[in-house]
């Protein structure tokens, strides 16, 4: 019909005790990710939006419940960092049935919660308003009207499950009674606006009929609760319930006036009459109890239809005309859904408390990283450490080089040719043979460095503990071991990097020497490493061979799946800032390791499954690849001596690319370290300098005052050798390159 009942808003009573109550708690509860944050600035945003989305919604305009959604996200997530034990905050509303603009109806509300739904309540009396001023003429009118009501519907009910709960004295308005009633309403209110979109767009009488009959039931159910003491005892709804009562006459009178155009269709003439004797009757008491034009329209209607089919009857048809409760009931067509609120409600929602979080949950997100990284880590390692297991059993069964095609027809695999190509690229054994030689000399370098370095540290100290014989107590200074402790303990540290490199050119030398043979032959042309292989053959292409190729693939598809899981590993995250701070507003604690464990699990579960499922996939590959290859053997057409040729020369490539890469470090390592000492070394003369200067200027003192106790300091000659301090800062000190700092060869990394 042409009246919607519009639900009214709470009232706040300002205070200004809001302000200084959230300062407070906001400082005893929360932390954030910045040194300072501004917390006045949070509080006066907060308590303007809270002004702003509270006033605006007496506006009645669909922009004002923009506010008061962004306003209630708001409140959502302050609730989610607060503990409920620490809210003390003093919001005040009235009742939305008092009038009176001074009434003694308000109540004091200590918590985010019930602001919450204080808010609540007037988005969805808000709703009602702004549904009741669409117009219903059109399509975009219809469909904002029904969404609204059924909104506000949803939010009237979803209220009730709270105040049951909520121990606390509250407003009328918030009554477990009234919140019914208000969601019933709002419900058969958005039954009207699907009844206004079927009538404009001329569907069925039928499905008019069946909606109108379900609206009527609806406005019967929202009588009843109407008639309660409650709501007779409210001033403002005593007219509702005429309205109500009202509309439930109107849409029972409406499905029997449509019902009538089914009958006519389906030429029950005296079921038609029957229907629209008691549509007319309806209609004349529904406009007894509130009076409308769309009312009086369909009654018209009604009657002119009724005379119409009557006069029909009486001159053509002569049908019996049944008393109306003989007729069957008119189906209902229920298609209303109650949409409960979420949080977020307003679109693109900017939190103004986004950057702070409470102590409590900055912990335990910390906890949960802990072990979070901690799994990642330890599923990550199995699986590097399975891989290295994997290529060693590859590595001494000599696959995939086995079993690989002959290039060009020529006895030698086409990867060896490869690895050959590229060793000569590199520059072959010479190469490495010159960079050999030429580390001794670098490395003898920078131990003469050292040791110059130290001999006149010595050398001055020797100098100036003579003279302290000498001269006694007369001799002030201070005394050389203290200026030069951390000289000393920095030469001694470039002293065992020396040593420590010394140690891996051993090792590399070592390595070469072991490979230093089939190095040699990987550097010659082609024609002669063909030559050194030239007792071998191909691989007789078997059962045996197809098998350990598919097996090869098998375990190439087996490395990639495990690159894949561990990218999956490192890129899958988890929001746990949610988590914890809903779990610390409904607790005031957080259970912060067994939540962290239960979502890791979720998270990580199915990717620890394929980590298992990829390691027992090796396992069966590995016992497979055995077996065949323990066939492949037997099946070779000669026994010569190649494979065994073949795996040296490929141990020879590794060594070589060992050699290559760490060798060149290790020289560029020696050259910047010669460098470095050589600066080391000139602060040391600076200082043995200055220091000889001081003791020279110190005996004439003590020549010229000879009975004259003089007392010296460094400070009084004015001189300009570094002090300890200024000599062992870190910004002063060289920079050790980390070529050689933890060299422990074999090892992956730089050398």
């Known amino acids: 019909m042409d009246t919607l009942i519009v639900v009214p808003l709470k009232r706040p009573i300002e205070d200004d005790l809001i302000k200084p109550a959230l300062t407070t708690l906001f400082h005893s509860t929360f932390t954030s990710d910045y040194h300072e944050i501004n917390y006045a600035n949070l509080i006066e945003d907060f308590a303007s939006l809270r002004t702003e989305a509270i006033w605006g919604a007496f506006d009645k305009h669909e922009n004002s419940l923009e506010k008061l959604y962004r306003y209630y996200d708001q409140l959502c997530s302050l609730e989610e960092r607060i503990p409920t034990n620490k809210v003390e905050i003093p ?184 229907r629209l004797q008691c549509a007319v009757k309806l209609f004349k008491d529904a406009q007894y109890q509130f009076t409308s034009d769309i009312l009086t329209s369909w009654s018209d209607k009604a009657q002119e239809r009724l005379k119409e089919v009557q006069k029909d009857n009486h001159y053509i048809y002569n049908e019996i005309i049944p008393d109306i409760k003989n007729l069957k009931r008119i189906s209902q067509a229920k298609i209303l859904k109650l949409q409960f609120p979420n949080c977020p409600m307003s679109l693109n929602f900017d939190d103004i408390f986004k950057d702070i979080l409470p102590i409590k949950v900055q912990q335990s997100l910390l906890t949960f990283e802990n072990l979070r990284k901690n799994l990642i880590d330890t599923e990550i390692l199995k699986l590097k450490e399975e891989t290295k297991i994997l290529d060693t059993i590859l590595a001494n069964l000599n696959l995939p080089l086995a079993i690989e095609e002959k290039k060009n027809s020529q006895p030698v695999y086409q990867s060896l040719c490869e690895k050959s190509i590229f060793i000569k690229q590199s520059g072959g054994i010479e190469a490495l043979e010159n960079i050999l030689k030429r580390l001794p000399d670098v490395s003898k370098k920078n131990q003469d460095i050292i040791n110059t370095s130290i001999e006149m540290l010595i050398k001055e100290q020797d100098a100036d503990n003579e003279l302290r014989i000498k001269y006694r107590d007369k001799w002030t200074r201070t005394t050389s071991d203290k200026l030069t402790v951390k000289l000393r303990k920095n030469l001694q540290a470039y002293q065992d990097t020396i040593h420590h490199a010394h140690e891996a050119d051993k090792i590399l030398e070592k390595l070469y020497e072991e490979n230093k043979e089939y190095i040699n032959i990987l550097s010659m042309d082609e024609e002669k490493l063909l030559r050194k292989l030239s007792s071998g053959v191909g691989v007789k292409v078997s059962w045996t061979v197809i098998q350990l190729r598919k097996l090869i693939d098998d375990v190439d598809d087996l490395r990639v799946e495990r690159d894949l899981i561990e990218n999956n590993l490192k890129s899958a995250l988890v929001d746990m800032k ?53 066939s492949f053997k037997k099946e070779k057409s000669e026994k010569g001596d190649v494979e065994e040729t073949i795996k040296k020369l490929d141990k020879a ?4 690319m060992i050699l290559n890469n760490h060798l060149n470090e290790g020289l560029d390592f020696y050259n910047e370290l010669i460098e470095i000492l050589i600066k080391l070394k000139n602060k040391i003369l600076k200082y043995c300098i200055s220091r000889n200067s001081e003791k020279e200027k110190l005996i004439n003192s003590l020549i010229d005052n000879e009975n004259i106790v003089c007392k010296v300091t460094r400070t009084g000659f004015s001189l300009s050798f570094p002090s300890a301090t200024e000599t062992t800062d870190s910004h002063e000190l060289p920079h050790m390159p980390k070529h050689y700092k933890y060299c422990t060869f074999p090892r992956s990394g730089k050398y």
Do not use: P
């Open 578 to 630: 949610s988590t914890f701070l809903i779990e610390l507003a409904k607790n005031d604690v957080i259970d912060e390791f067994n939540l962290s464990v239960e979502n890791i699990k979720k998270t990580y579960g199915s990717l620890i499954g394929q980590v298992r499922d990829n390691l027992a996939k090796q396992k069966t590959y590995v016992k497979k690849i055995q077996s065949v290859y323990d």
């Open 91 to 274: 919001f005040k509303w009235k009742d939305a049935f008092d009038r009176k603009i001074i009434s003694n109806k308000s109540k004091y509300v200590g918590s985010i919660t019930t602001e919450k739904l204080c808010i609540l309540f007037n988005i969805g009396a808000l709703q009602s308003a702004v549904a009741s001023n669409q117009s219903l003429k059109s399509d975009k009118g219809l469909q904002l009207a029904a969404k609204l009501l059924q909104q506000s519907a949803g939010i009237f009910n979803y209220l009730k499950q709270f105040i049951v709960s909520l121990h606390q004295d509250i407003t009328l308005d918030l009554s477990l009674e009234v919140l019914t009633g208000l969601s019933a309403l709002m419900l058969s209110q958005a039954q009207e606006i699907f009844i206004e979109k079927a009538i404009q767009d001329s569907m069925k009488s039928q499905v008019i009929a069946k909606l109108s009959a379900h609206a009527g039931e609806l406005y019967k159910e929202t009588l009843i609760i109407f008639k309660t003491n409650i709501f007779t005892s409210l001033t403002r709804t005593k007219q509702w319930v005429s309205i109500i009562n009202s509309k439930r006459l109107g849409y029972q009178a409406l499905a029997q006036m449509y019902q009538s155009t089914v009958c006519k269709n389906n030429k029950q003439f005296g079921e038609e009459i029957s």
């Open 653 to 656: 490539y590794d060594a070589y």
